[in-house]
């Protein structure tokens, strides 16, 4: 006796197989049902969890036919490994991307004043800019803005964004600032005295930041009151920027101020 499958469906109307995908963190799909699209950051049995450019997450069922892998249909299946996956991060908290090649350059830069912010700003941020083809350029003081804005012409492919240092509304150094803010040019400051205070203290082991009397050198009364060798500021600080593994050692007035300018060079018109 002949044996006949259940399935009556002629074979041309059946659906043409496509390719099955591990889940890996990291992983960019997107679930075309809700159009949301999103980086892998854990898969269990049955589902996956997608997190988007905004930290948003959504949890998905590993069903056939139903993501879009760089506008292709693809069956996600849970990898090999039986744990669940996590992906590895950037220093500033953006989900990795392993292999990820350093976009080209932009047009758009970011200039950030003082030499220890601008270290700072590479060592968390770093990743992520080179992945977004935004360059970092050192600022040696606001007073340099004007002629830099007029020789650099901000335009719509070609933004620019300024981090400063200790911007107070009324002194010269804000009233620079606001002469050169333009559609697109855009200028924020952080509310420290120095770069050092943006470092959590608890990642540098100490209760707070030392007070320092008006009319004395910061960084001098910093060292002197908590001990640290004060003849030399610049090996002092490469000591605390050792100390910043990522976002979490910062103050969050300094996370946002930079991820506002990243934001604004990146956005697309």
């Not at 679930?31 to 269990?44: D, H, K, L, M, S």
């Not at 964004?161 to 606001?178: F, M, S």
Request: one cysteine or more; charged letters at 25%; hydrophobic letters at 40%.
């Amino acid at each position: 006796m002949r044996q006949y499958s259940a399935d009556l469906t002629p074979p041309w109307k059946k659906p043409k197989p496509v390719p099955e995908v591990e889940a890996e963190p990291g992983l960019v799909v997107e679930e075309p049902g809700t159009g949301f699209c999103g980086a892998v950051i854990r898969c269990e049995a049955g589902t996956v969890t997608l997190e988007d450019r905004f930290g948003k997450h959504r949890v998905f069922p590993l069903e056939p036919r139903g993501f879009l892998l760089e506008g292709r249909v693809v069956t996600l299946v849970r990898p090999s490994s039986s744990a669940p996956v996590r992906p590895s991060r950037t220093a500033s908290g953006s989900v990795a991307v392993p292999g990820a090649r350093a976009r080209v350059a932009r047009a758009g830069r970011i200039y950030v004043e003082g030499r220890h912010d601008a270290e700072l700003v590479e060592k968390v941020w770093g990743d992520d800019l080179r992945i977004e083809g935004v360059v970092v350029e050192y600022l040696e003081g606001v007073d340099d803005l004007p002629s830099i804005v007029e020789e650099f012409a901000p335009g719509p492919d070609a933004r620019l964004g300024v981090l400063v240092d200790h911007l107070i509304p009324g002194t010269k150094e804000w009233r620079i600032a606001e002469s050169v803010i333009s559609e697109h040019a855009l200028v924020v400051g952080h509310p420290y005295i120095d770069i050092w205070e943006a470092v959590k203290p608890s990642s540098l082991g100490i209760e707070a930041w030392p007070r320092v009397p008006h009319g004395q050198d910061w960084k001098t009364g910093v060292c002197r009151a908590l001990g640290w060798p004060s003849d030399n500021t610049g090996a002092v600080w490469q000591a605390i920027l050792k100390r910043v593994g990522s976002y979490k050692d910062l103050e969050p007035e300094l996370l946002g101020r930079v991820e506002e300018l990243i934001d604004f060079v990146t956005a697309q018109e």
